[in-house]
């Protein structure tokens, strides 16, 4: 059965890191793009980076470029995001998601940044 | 960045009732291979998102046959053929056409 974990979120002080992981199972992981997305709290969804399947290739949404970091390491069957620089607007489920069609999604992890 | 304007936002429904949400792009979603990468996910409450509908009509395995995608270029929608209780949660239309891929702004299903 395919399944994506996410893992890592927590509670960070605005202008801290964190790093986020995603692990994939049940699917040839190497084979396809890979996506974060958010929800804040009560809020829609957002896209915020993804990454092709030999990492060649990534995309961030404009209030994340310079901050976040996507990346993949498709002998770990794993993907992450590195966030850096947080600010309060960055709290949210982060999910990852299969492909650039988002067939599958993890059941998120919670980003909280305050001070 | 292309936006998703979903109507309405709220959408209170009798169950075996049908019920239809409205998804308008602000430019057209066709991509260079001419696919129509429209999709529609359903986020019951307190769950992660999961996908419907893909490529605008494409129904993902498991669901519901209901649940109908329809539309083309810019206008595109979800229906529901007879409502049920199961199906309570907000639905997003998402376009991945254009990078940033967008949402819309969720629609409210709920049981009147």
């Known amino acids: 059965e395919v399944h994506l974990v996410e893992s890592g979120g927590g509670s960070v002080q605005p202008g801290g890191s964190l790093r986020l992981s995603c692990a994939a199972s049940?699917?040839?992981?190497?084979?396809?793009?890979m996506s974060w997305v958010r929800q804040a709290p009560g809020k829609g969804l957002e896209g915020v980076a993804n990454?092709?399947?030999?990492?060649?290739?990534?995309y961030y949404v404009d209030s994340v470029k310079g901050r976040f970091t996507i990346s993949r390491d498709n002998a770990k069957n794993s993907l992450y995001l590195e966030m850096s620089s947080l600010r309060a607007e960055d709290t949210a489920v982060y999910y990852c998601?299969?492909?650039?069609?988002?067939?599958?999604w993890g059941q998120g992890t919670t980003v909280t940044v305050s001070s | 960045d292309v936006v998703m304007t979903q109507s309405p936002l709220s959408l209170p429904v009798t169950l075996g009732q049908p019920a239809s949400i409205s998804c308008r792009s602000s430019?057209?979603?066709?991509?260079?291979?001419?696919?129509?990468?429209l999709n529609w996910f359903q986020q019951r409450p307190g769950q992660s998102p999961r996908r419907l509908i893909y490529?605008?009509?494409n129904r993902d395995s498991g669901v519901p046959d209901r649940f109908t995608g329809s539309g083309s270029g810019t206008d595109f929608t979800l229906k529901i053929s007879r409502v049920e209780a199961e199906d309570v949660g907000v639905y997003y239309c998402?376009?991945?056409?254009?990078?940033?891929?967008?949402f819309g702004q969720g629609t409210k299903l709920e049981i009147k």
């Open positions: 998402m376009q991945s056409t254009h990078w940033p891929f967008t």
């Open positions: 998601a299969r492909g650039q069609w988002m067939d599958v």
């Open positions: 490529k605008v009509s």
């Open positions: 049940g699917f040839t992981f190497s084979s396809y793009w």
């Open positions: 990454i092709n399947q030999d990492g060649s290739e990534k």
């Open positions: 430019q057209s979603l066709v991509n260079s291979d001419g696919n129509t990468c």
